[in-house]
């Protein structure tokens, strides 16, 4: 099998495919609330140039790709293009990030088309929390759209928190507990500043004294794996817990990703401003031996690590790259 390296020898192995920028959400950190500037139309990648590139990342050894947006539930077409993405030879897993809103009309149909896992974002299990972040009323339908997720069998289910200092940092807690009784794996986040000026972050230290404190100091680290979360089992729970630290102890050594963007930019390093269209190449008529020459090339000059500390982020918003 091919393998794909960057210039420090990082082996890269998973595509991330952002579909679309749109969203029912309007999530604070993630989109202004007004005035968003969605990309063109015409300049949003159409599905077979999707699947093109992704073809062409398979037959360099990706064999892991995760779609994403923006919301990739609201793109119209999306089950047909899944299952052609699940059939492309080479591609081992594909998964899916939602907003988890259309998830119970959808997790079935997800699952039939071959989508292997899920993971659903969800800040607050307060419902007045939940309007203020995501500006919708539809905390019960994320809810409904996790349990159908794991009735179908698209598991492990991981439910991803974004923790923001003062915002709902009281809830790691909370949001822990629904491992107990369910198989989920709980991700806590930290918060990168993207969109807002606020200081939310509340670091992956301070959230594992919360553990502490609320009495669950047994936290026993799992066999790690290319995952960028440290993941715990905890005594009692039948599910598990992790974390994610891009910013307070940043894995960019192990990184081994690489993003499109709706519009048909590759973001080597999601933090970074580095990108590079492969759309007006797609439409112009490159052959596949270059275009795989340009992937291997951009690979090779993926950014050693981000300098977000530094006050250096990407100035594309989150949900125009694909979190
Ligand atoms: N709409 C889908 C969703 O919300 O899961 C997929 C796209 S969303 C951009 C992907 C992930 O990025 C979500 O888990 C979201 O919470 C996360 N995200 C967005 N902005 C972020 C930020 N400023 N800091 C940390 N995570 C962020
Ligand atoms: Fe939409 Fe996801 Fe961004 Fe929230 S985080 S606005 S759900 S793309």
Known sequence: MPELYDGIGRHIHYLRVAVTDRCNFR??????????????????????????IISAFASLGINKVRI????PLVRKGLLPFLKKVTQIPGIEEVGLTTNGSLLEEYALRLKEAGIGR?????DTLQRERFIKVTGQDQLNQVLAGIKKAQEVGLTPVKINMVVMKGFNSDEVIDMAKLAIDHPYQI???EYMPFN?????????EEMEQQFIDAGFNNLIPQMKSSSPAKIYSVPGFQGTIGFISPVSRHFCDSCNRIRLTPDGYLKPCLLSNDEYSLRDELRSGISDAELREKIKQIVWNKPTEHHLKQGKKSERGMSRIGG
């Open 196 to 204: 807002t000026g606020e200081n939310y972050l509340f670091t992956a």
């Open 68 to 71: 994403t947006g923006g919301e």
């Open 187 to 189: 991700r806590f986040i």
């Open 118 to 122: 899920i993971n659903v974002s969800l």
């Open 27 to 52: 999530c604070q950190y993630c989109m202004p609330a007004e005035g968003v500037e969605w990309i063109e139309h015409h300049d949003i990648l159409r599905y077979e140039e999707i699947l093109r």
